[in-house]
């Protein structure tokens, strides 16, 4: 079993990786929209799809590490 300090770690290294891959997303869609792609064509839409699953991964993954956080520091505290 994991400590709090080592699924923080875990979870903080998950969220820089989905963060990477979301920064990806979202320029592939910029380029999109740059080359003129309609917003309807099933291109943008399978982009607009991805990048929208990874911002949904980001803010689950991000609440999850700030609560672990601030579990981590309330302990501290109360030290």
């Given at each position: 079993?994991?400590?709090k300090k080592e699924?923080?770690?875990r979870t903080?290294?998950?969220l820089y990786s989905i963060g990477m891959d979301l920064d990806c997303a979202k320029e592939k869609l910029r380029?999109?929209?740059n080359n003129?792609?309609?917003f309807d064509s099933s291109?943008?839409?399978n982009a607009y799809n991805e990048y929208k699953a990874l911002e949904?991964?980001?803010s689950s993954l991000e609440a999850e590490y700030l609560d672990l956080r601030d579990d981590i520091c309330y302990k501290k505290e109360l030290a």
């Open positions: 079993m994991q400590s699924l923080l770690i903080a290294t998950r380029k999109l929209v003129g792609v309609s291109q943008m839409m949904e991964q980001w």
